[in-house]
């Protein structure tokens, strides 16, 4: 087995991916947007954006335990944050020139036109995002139908969990 394939396990994908949300929760210096509440650069993903989703998804798939579900549907959904730099930095500098100093020079440069077309690029990214997460709750829906849990996993009960988690061990080791 190469070196590829053992980096591309959904373990490692995963872990990859955790350790990339606790750095983005202690550090301090990477402020996610104002203008679109917690989305972040996407180049700062160790793994393309669809092989985390991937992965995520294979570990929900095992997992029965409601409390971690939770844990791995939350970093699922927040995967809908992450946003081509290109826009994270135009998002970013036009936060900076929303700011008094910011519009101040911006009456000076007389960049009203260029400042609709970065509002109008708002818009359109804030709705993606939003229709993005109503589809990443959509999938995770799917995912609980697939073991047959409620869409709401909290309402799940310990006694009801015990044949699930059969078929789960035995779907992973048909896996």
Same mark, same amino acid.
């Given at each position: ?9 959904p373990r490692?994908i ?7 949300l @606790?750095? +983005?929760?202690e550090?301090k210096?990477?402020e996610?947007l104002?203008?679109?509440?917690? @989305?972040l650069p996407?180049?700062?993903? $160790?793994?393309?954006?669809?092989? %985390?989703?991937?992965?995520?998804? +294979? ?5 029965n335990?409601? !409390?971690?579900r939770?844990?791995i !549907? ?5 995967l809908d944050?992450f ?10 500098s036009?936060q @900076?020139?929303? *700011?008094?100093? /910011? ?7 007389? /960049? @009203?036109i260029?400042?609709?077309g %970065?509002?109008?690029r708002?818009?359109?990214r804030t ?6 997460k ?13 073991m ?7 309402d799940l009960? *310990?006694?009801?969990?015990? $044949? ?10 048909n896996?």
């Amino acid at each position: 087995m190469s070196t590829e394939n053992t980096n591309l396990h959904p373990r490692n994908i995963v872990s990859a991916y955790a350790d990339l949300l @606790a750095s +983005i929760n202690e550090n301090k210096e990477l402020e996610p947007l104002r203008l679109i509440p917690f @989305a972040l650069p996407k180049s700062l993903l $160790p793994f393309p954006l669809k092989t %985390i989703r991937h992965a995520l998804a +294979i570990y929900l798939l095992h997992q029965n335990y409601t !409390e971690q579900r939770k844990i791995i !549907e939350d970093a699922y959904t927040y995967l809908d944050n992450f946003i081509p730099d290109e826009e994270y930095n135009l998002f970013r500098s036009l936060q @900076a020139s929303m *700011s008094i100093e /910011g519009r101040l020079k911006e009456r000076v440069n007389n /960049g @009203a036109i260029q400042m609709l077309g %970065i509002m109008n690029r708002l818009r359109i990214r804030t709705q993606s995002i939003r229709i993005r997460k109503e589809e990443s709750i959509e999938e995770l829906n799917s995912l609980r139908r697939i073991m047959d849990l409620p869409d709401n996993i909290s309402d799940l009960d *310990s006694d009801e969990t015990s $044949p699930i988690y059969e078929e789960v061990q035995e779907l992973r080791l048909n896996l």
